[in-house]
């Protein structure tokens, strides 16, 4: 394991965050969210992977070949589709609250106070 | 038995993808076959549960396609059944059940996608309780939560429930990405991802900086979810805006499934490899006793009724925490037994203020003052309800605060008694102001809250126009969850037999024994000796003794202005309390931006106490 793949991952994780944090506008905000678990998808491959080793199939390669961690491509996919359920209904929500607020900056949402 | 394990969860699962497949074929006229299905569903999945509670023996372990650990390498995937976590799942299992029941007729029109999403919502729940494996648990996290987000905002078509959904899946969608990096960060370190396996993996080695920030990392996520200060802001939104029968869910199960998360990975992962029992015990009660104090005082200044029963959720979910932080199996206990006896009563009061909704088209604390001298039974059910939060004996609230607090005092802590005591009477002081005011017309109505005016013109949406009188499956529910706290306190033996499946659940070796051995372990013990559980004086007279004092803060509360003398000292003081009020603002960014400092201070906390 290198170093490398942890800083970008937690340069990743920063700037979703900054984004998410300084969001001015709901769809904005959602994808900043996209980007924060993007972090993770990183960080999963970065820990699986072994340098020089080959993709985890070992239908035309001899079985000892080393291989890179297929679980965790397996946790990257399942992640991939727990972030498509959740931005389909922020989504939703987002296009929701544009018609009945008629903005979508966050901070003009303003029913639910103190 | 060990089959009823996948079951719990994939019953529930099944049933909510017919329900959807099928909601063209269910009309208004059948609508007794949608709902009668649904119930009948929760009460199997809780009766299943119920039997793995008390069946569970030292615990059952299901591995998915017979998977089983070789050589002690757990590469299959595994549910676990302990008496504590089955019997949380049951427990949410039971308040599905009631709040379907009161929302067969609380509803007029709904379509199948409501049951559907409480039956899926209630397979995450059973499943977060039962999977062994701490990557199934980021998954069920997330299952349970778009579920809850989706129910939060049933009522697309208006804006309280829109921005309450949207704040609560940002918040804890965040929360849930930082557990996933924690989880990703262990699993590079151990290669395993069944909580045995990784505690094992990790036991014997000096903790270093990685094994400590996917602690924090893990923690902190779930600590989002079970609403703890900094990162509880969404939950007085979302508790505010949700449908009443589902907020018995959020209230009653879901928060308490967070710190049941912080428990599990805590017991079976790293409790045993991170040491410093101290430092990390003296962290989790700051803020569980900062939750219960910010959740009280922001509870007592509320006048929508929802708010209210919102922040007491925060302020005992910060009680429960204290009692979960002492690390011992008196203080788990008694958190577990205060879990269910508040879920009861705090399920029967959002039940009773759905009625009020049904019946009084209003949510407003002063508008509703002695309107509800109609309702006398769901009045009376409200105020028993209040005082059974204010651990009124013989609810089973007392006794888990009472444990707590006895377990908190034996270890040289006498400031959790204080604390809990505080708060007690604040939140069902509260209550029962909110109960006396609108039910039986005492004191003067509370001044208007502007806010108020705007929020609940929207209110009425919520349920269809109530005829005549109330429908009993809607008064039967929150009757019979006060008869269940009551009977839940009375129960012999409770505490011995509570604090035994606590020493189970904290003894690190013998989940690992059990799981990645198959070995049946007779005695369990945990790194603290357990404590006598004889109920004593101290845990009556506390218990009397805020119920008390709930009820003396509620009637000064209602008749202050009576008094010349409360009315000059007290007046110029309320305006303090605007400023505070402010960090609730309702935006997510500035939700996101606590929870980023809040990961900091804790990160930081822990870092340099373990290291």
């Keep these: ?114 | 038995m060990r089959t009823l394990l996948p079951l719990a969860v994939a019953v529930p699962l099944l049933v909510a993808a017919g329900l959807s497949a099928a909601s063209a074929a269910f009309q208004r006229r059948n609508r007794w076959a949608l709902d009668g299905l649904a119930i009948l569903t929760a009460a199997a999945v809780t009766a299943m549960l119920m039997a793995l509670t008390v069946g569970a023996g030292s615990a059952q372990v299901y591995w998915f396609g017979g998977f089983r650990p070789a050589h002690g390498v757990a590469l299959g995937i595994d549910f676990v059944a302990s008496p504590l976590s089955a019997g949380l799942a049951a427990f949410a299992g039971l308040l599905v059940t009631a709040a379907m029941v009161f929302s067969w007729r609380y509803f007029e029109r709904v379509s199948t996608f409501y049951h559907a999403l409480m039956l899926v919502f209630l397979a995450g729940m059973a499943g977060f309780c039962l999977t062994g494996d701490v990557f199934d648990l980021f998954v069920f996290f997330e299952v349970m939560g778009v579920a809850a987000y989706a129910l939060t905002a049933y009522r697309t078509e208006e804006r309280g429930p829109l921005q309450g959904a949207l704040n609560f899946a940002i918040t804890n969608s965040v929360g849930a990405y930082l557990s996933l990096a924690g989880i990703a960060l262990v699993y590079g370190r151990t290669g395993a991802l069944n909580m045995a396996q990784v505690g094992r993996a990790l036991a014997g080695h000096r903790p270093d900086g990685l094994v400590v920030v996917s602690f924090v990392l893990i923690v902190v996520g779930l600590l989002v979810k079970a609403s703890i200060v900094p990162f509880h802001f969404w939950t007085a939104d979302a508790e505010a805006v949700a449908p009443s029968p589902v907020c018995v869910l959020f209230s009653g199960a879901m928060v308490e499934l967070g710190l049941y998360g912080v428990a599990r990975v805590y017991w079976s992962m790293f409790g045993s490899a991170l040491g410093h029992r101290g430092a990390i015990s003296s962290t989790l009660l700051a803020l569980g006793a900062a939750t219960a104090v910010v959740g009280a005082l922001f509870c007592f200044r509320q006048r929508h009724l929802k708010r209210i029963l919102a922040f007491s959720t925060i302020s005992h979910a910060g009680m429960f925490l204290m009692g979960v932080a002492l690390l011992t199996p008196l203080g788990l206990a008694g958190a577990a037994i205060y879990v269910v006896g508040h879920g009861l009563v705090k399920g029967a009061l959002f039940l009773c203020t759905g009625i009020v909704l049904h019946r009084l088209r209003s949510i407003n604390e002063t508008w509703l003052h002695g309107r509800g001298r109609r309702l006398p039974v769901t009045g009376a059910v409200y105020i028993l309800a209040g005082l059974g939060l204010a651990d009124l004996p013989p609810f089973a609230t007392y006794l888990g605060k009472g444990y707590i607090e006895e377990s908190g005092y034996s270890h040289g802590m006498a400031w959790v008694t204080a604390v809990l005591i505080i708060t007690s009477i604040l939140v069902g002081g509260a209550v029962l102001r909110a109960g006396g005011g609108v039910f039986w017309g005492l004191g003067d109505a509370p001044s208007e809250d502007p806010r108020m005016a705007a929020e609940a013109s929207e209110e009425h949406s919520e349920t269809e126009e109530g005829r005549g009188r109330t429908p009993l499956s809607m008064v039967l529910p929150p009757l019979v969850l006060v008869a269940l706290a009551v009977a839940v306190g009375l129960l012999p033996h409770l505490g011995s037999v509570v604090q035994a499946a606590a020493v189970r659940f904290q003894d690190q070796g013998a989940y690992n024994a059990t799981v990645l051995s198959g070995a049946r372990v007779l005695h369990a013990q945990a790194p603290q000796p357990p404590e006598p559980t004889g109920i004593t004086i101290a845990d009556v007279a506390t218990g009397v003794g805020s119920a008390a004092g709930a009820a003396v803060l509620a009637l000064v509360s209602l008749y202050w202005r009576r008094l010349p003398l409360l009315r000059r000292g007290l007046e110029p003081g309320l305006g303090l309390v605007g400023p505070i009020r402010r960090f609730q603002s309702g935006v997510v960014t500035d939700y996101v931006t606590w929870i980023v400092l809040g990961l900091a201070v804790i990160g930081g906390a822990l870092a340099l106490s373990i290291r």
């Design chain 1, 1 to 114: 394991m290198q170093i490398f793949p942890f800083i970008v991952v937690a340069w990743i994780l920063a700037v979703g965050l900054y984004g998410i944090v300084t969001s001015r506008h709901l769809v904005h905000l959602i994808i900043c969210l996209a980007v924060v678990q993007s972090s993770t998808y990183v960080l999963l491959l970065g820990v699986g992977y072994k340098a020089g080793a080959a993709a985890p199939f070992f239908s035309d390669i001899p079985r000892s070949t080393p291989a890179v961690d297929p679980v965790v491509q397996a946790l990257a996919l399942t992640d991939v589709v727990v972030e498509a359920a959740v931005s389909a209904l922020l989504l939703a929500l987002a296009v929701q609250a544009h018609k009945r607020f008629g903005t979508l900056d966050p901070e003009d949402l303003r029913q639910l106070q103190g």
